[in-house]
T-cell receptor, first 116, second 108 residues
Framework: NAGVMQNPRHLVRRRGQEARLRCSPM?????VYWYRQLPEEGLKFMVY????????ESGMPKERFSAEFPKEGPSILRIQQVVRGDSAAYFC??????????????FGPGTRLTVL | DAKTTQPPSMDCAEGRAANLPCNHS???????VYWYRQIHSQGPQYIIH???NNETNEMASLIITEDRKSSTLILPHATLRDTAVYYC?????????FGTGTRLQVFP
C-alpha cells in the first residue's frame, strides 16, 4: 500500500528556469495539500486541492506559483522563473474524501529544490 | 500564524517517558489538537489527535487539560529513533498550521 509519492526528490534549477514538482496521493485519497519548509523553519501551508478544483490557495505566493490536481495523474506544483529564495523543501500531503477538517494528512518524502 | 506555543528543545533519556508540553490558550471549542513529528528532513508523521478527552494509541498518549488551553504528548518509553521535531497543531479547516515545534533529543 504505497504512501504519498513525490518526484523528483531533489531538483536543481538555475535562476529564471521553471520547476515542476509532482505528487501522487495515496490510493483512494482525493484531497491534496502542498507545504513549503525553509531551512530551520516549520512547514508553511501553500494550497489545498481536490480533483480539478483549488479549494484554498491562501498560502500561495501571488506570482510565479501555481498548482493543479487534474482528473487523471498527479498533482503538480509549478514555479516559474525561480529565484534563490524559492530554495526549500516542498512537501505534499493527502487525505481521504470526507470532512477534510478531521482527516489526518499523510505526508510524502518531499522535494528539495535548490536554485543556483 | 500558529496558535500553539512549545519549548524549542528538550532532552530525554532512552527508556524514560518523554513529556512534551504545548500551550494553545486561544483554541476554540470545536478545534482539534494534532501532533506530528518530523525525523531529520523527512515528511511529517502523524502521531495522535484529540478534542477534549485524553487519547492513547500505539505511539503515544495525549493529555488535554480540562480548560483545553494546554496539552501534553507522552511517549511512554522513548527510544533513540524518537529523536525528532515534534509539532503541536491546532487544526483549522483545510490546513495544518505548523509552529516551530520542539526538538526532542533522546540520549543513550
Amino acid at each position: 500500500n504505497a504512501g504519498v509519492m513525490q518526484n523528483p526528490r531533489h531538483l536543481v534549477r538555475r535562476r529564471g528556469q521553471e520547476a515542476r514538482l509532482r505528487c501522487s496521493p495515496m490510493k483512494g485519497h482525493s484531497h491534496v495539500y502542498w507545504y513549503r519548509q525553509l531551512p530551520e523553519e516549520g512547514l508553511k501551508f501553500m494550497v489545498y486541492l481536490q480533483k480539478e478544483n483549488i479549494i484554498d490557495e491562501s498560502g500561495m505566493p501571488k506570482e510565479r506559483f501555481s498548482a493543479e490536481f487534474p482528473k487523471e495523474g498527479p498533482s503538480i506544483l509549478r514555479i516559474q522563473q525561480v529565484v534563490r529564495g524559492d530554495s526549500a523543501a516542498y512537501f505534499c500531503a493527502s487525505s481521504p474524501p470526507g470532512l477534510a477538517d478531521f482527516n489526518e494528512q499523510f505526508f510524502g518524502p518531499g522535494t528539495r529544490l535548490t536554485v543556483l | 500564524d500558529a496558535k500553539t506555543t512549545q519549548p524549542p528543545s528538550m532532552d530525554c533519556a532512552e527508556g524514560r517517558a518523554a513529556n512534551l508540553p504545548c500551550n494553545h490558550s486561544t483554541i476554540s471549542g470545536n478545534e482539534y489538537v494534532y501532533w506530528y513529528r518530523q525525523i531529520h528532513s523527512q515528511g511529517p508523521q502523524y502521531i495522535i489527535h484529540g478534542l477534549k478527552n485524553n487519547e492513547t494509541n500505539e505511539m503515544a498518549s495525549l493529555i488535554i487539560t480540562e480548560d483545553r488551553k494546554s496539552s501534553t504528548l507522552i511517549l511512554p518509553h522513548a527510544t533513540l529513533r524518537d529523536t525528532a521535531v515534534y509539532y503541536c497543531i491546532v487544526r483549522v479547516p483545510d490546513k495544518l498550521i505548523f509552529g516551530t515545534g520542539t526538538r526532542l533529543q533522546v540520549f543513550p
